[in-house]
């Protein structure tokens, strides 16, 4: 259900097409809200069907559809956000792994735990460009302060790894 909110909000930031919409889901949402690209064309479909979303009649490059969010999606999306309901779903394989891993498991886990820190360290660098990219923004505040939960949560796990890291190194 929140795939279809998700999408109408990115969509009422500006109009996409699919790709352009995946892409852009992944590079400002994805740190917290994943789609799959044949997720946001399902999606689209529906919206589209349920008339809240409109296949405008030019075509972007390479002949793709772009969709533009409608009023009564623009009503959707309004009524969704103020509904005073959420939902989080957490799901991490990592955190799974190490919770069910026995000793002789930790070189393996190393390898991963590793890897998570350095993605999260590039993570940092991204975000340290999208805060750029936020502060100009005439209305920024709500981007802003998603930033800074990514920031904050960013900041808090690397710090977390980096002592995981250390303790597991230690025991071994």
Known sequence: ???KFALLGLLSIRKMSAYELAKFARESIGYFWNESY?????????LDDEKLIAKLPEKGNRNKSIYEITELGREALSEWLSNHEHTTIYRDELLLKLFVSKR???PALLIDLKNALGEL?????AYSELQEFVSTRPDNLSYDLVLDYGI??????????EKSIKRIEESL
């Open 104 to 106: 002789n498991d930790y």
């Open 121 to 125: 360290r590039e993570q940092r660098q």
């Open 38 to 46: 044949s997720n946001v064309h399902r999606t689209l479909k529906i």
């Open 1 to 3: 259900m929140s795939t």
């Open 152 to 161: 904050v949560e960013n900041e808090a796990t690397i710090r977390w790894l």
